[in-house]
Nanobody
Framework: QVQLVESGGGLVQAGGSLRLSCAAS????????MGWYRQAPGKQRELVAV???????NYADSVKGRFTISIGNAKNTVYLQMNSLKPEDTAVYYC?????????????WGQGTQVTVSS
């Protein structure tokens, strides 16, 4: 079992920055990837950014060049640095971890943190 606790959301003006954090409360052994997703009202949840245990990253086209995903030194925390925020970035942001057990992937989600960007 992996428990994820997110923090760092809030209200910011367009053009501003926020950094989201997601801490795994148990061992990250066998976690092969962690990522951030977001869901705006009336829309489906979408991938924002993902990072593998090896450090490979992937971003949604809409955030490339503005957002950066990284893993902390302790390897149990993933960050999302969000710069040049736009009103369309407003959403609930969710952290996700993928853990491999006996060759099967298991997904774990955090509770979500609200990000609101005012124009």
């Amino acid at each position: 079992q992996v428990q994820l606790v997110e923090s760092g959301g809030g209200l910011v003006q367009a053009g501003g920055s926020l950094r989201l954090s997601c801490a795994a409360s148990s061992s990250i052994f066998s976690i092969k990837a962690m990522g951030w997703y977001r869901q705006a009202p009336g829309k489906q949840r979408e991938l924002v950014a993902v990072i593998s245990s090896g450090g490979s990253t992937n971003y949604a086209d809409s955030v490339k060049g503005r957002f950066t995903i990284s893993i902390g030194n302790a390897k149990n925390t993933v960050y999302l640095q969000m710069n040049s925020l736009k009103p369309e970035d407003t959403a609930v942001y969710y952290c996700k971890a993928v853990k491999v057990v006996a060759l099967i992937d298991y997904d774990y989600w955090g509770q979500g943190t609200q990000v609101t960007v005012s124009s």
